[in-house]
């Protein structure tokens, strides 16, 4: 009887604490940084999902109409705009829960050259337009991670003095990882480089950096047609280095090594990397090139 009675007792503790459970706020978005500063500026304030599925790059990503729903029902929906994740334009999603990262930043950016291409098996798309990977400049992540500040404090989803203190965090951060990334590299400044995809422009203008780009599938073995126009962009280019944006199988690197390049593994982030934090694997990327000689 007594056992019973202490269970009376704290079921209505048990049934407040599911309650606030299922009524904590949802937040999602279109990538992988947008994700982490939400984690780190909302900490247990809210649910932060990453609608993505981890084998699937988050550019080219086309949700099925049960991802839209779940999308839809989100208190509120993180953007990376300058062109990043276009279904967002071909689906109806609730405005008033939609940010926009990068709106304070869009006189800053990049605009491309008109590129059709397929991946793998997908239909054909085009990388016309803007450069999208806005968060390789730590400086304009820093202002994206400002604008879900903002829209947290704003949607009143987290303390507004909580949210305060992380976003400082935040900056002081990014600001270590710009501060290394400028000694690090400066050292690469003319130094022509090749990357296998075209996503490291706002990277390479913050550094001053130059980086020609191929259109080659991430972590993979590259064809032989592949090699061949690697070796024309060498002949053409003159570059020493070539930036991986994932790890390849080791007979990758052998070949390219053969054409006299050095090989650099640089993760570009659009989805998280082997458990690592955005910073941790960013330090680790702009450590590895600071190790390239530039003679």
Do not use: C
Not at 55 to 82: C, E, K, T
Not at 155 to 168: M, N, Y
Not at 177 to 184: C, G, P
Not at 273 to 284: A, E, K, T, W
Request: glycine share 4%; aromatic share 8%; net charge negative.
């Amino acid at each position: 009887m007594r056992f019973l009675k202490t269970v009376i007792a704290f079921a209505p503790l048990f049934v407040a604490t599911l309650a606030s459970a299922q009524e904590r706020p949802r937040v999602m978005m279109v990538n992988y940084p947008l994700q982490y500063f939400a984690e780190q500026l909302l900490g247990d304030a809210a649910e932060v999902v990453m609608p993505v599925p981890a084998d699937v790059d988050p550019s080219f990503w086309r949700p099925s109409i049960s991802d839209i729903s779940g999308i839809q029902s989100a208190d509120l929906i993180l953007l990376n705009g300058a062109g990043f994740a276009t279904w967002v334009d071909r689906v109806s999603l609730p405005r008033s829960k939609l940010v926009n990262t990068s709106a304070s930043i869009e006189s800053q950016f990049i605009v491309t050259e008109s590129i059709t291409h397929s991946h793998g098996e997908g239909s054909e798309h085009s990388h016309e337009g803007l450069a999208s990977y806005t968060w390789l400049d730590p400086s304009l992540a820093i202002a994206q991670a400002e604008a879900v500040a903002a829209a947290i404090t704003r949607r009143d989803l987290a303390p507004a003095e909580d949210v305060e203190s992380r976003l400082s965090a935040l900056r002081s951060e990014f600001e270590a990882l710009d501060a290394q990334a400028e000694s690090a590299l400066a050292h690469l400044t003319g130094v022509p480089m090749i990357a296998t995809h075209p996503r490291y422009q706002y990277f390479a203008r913050r550094y001053d950096l130059s980086i020609a780009a191929l259109e080659w599938e991430a972590g993979m073995m590259p064809t032989d047609a592949e090699v061949a126009d690697l070796q024309a962009l060498v002949a053409a280019s003159g570059a020493r280095v070539l930036i991986w944006e994932a790890e390849p199988p080791a007979a990758a690197f052998e070949i390219t090594a053969a054409l006299g390049l050095q090989n650099v593994v640089f993760p570009t982030l659009a989805h998280g990397v082997d458990g690592r934090s955005l910073p941790q694997v960013y330090s680790d990327a702009i450590a590895a090139m600071s190790g390239i000689e530039a003679d």
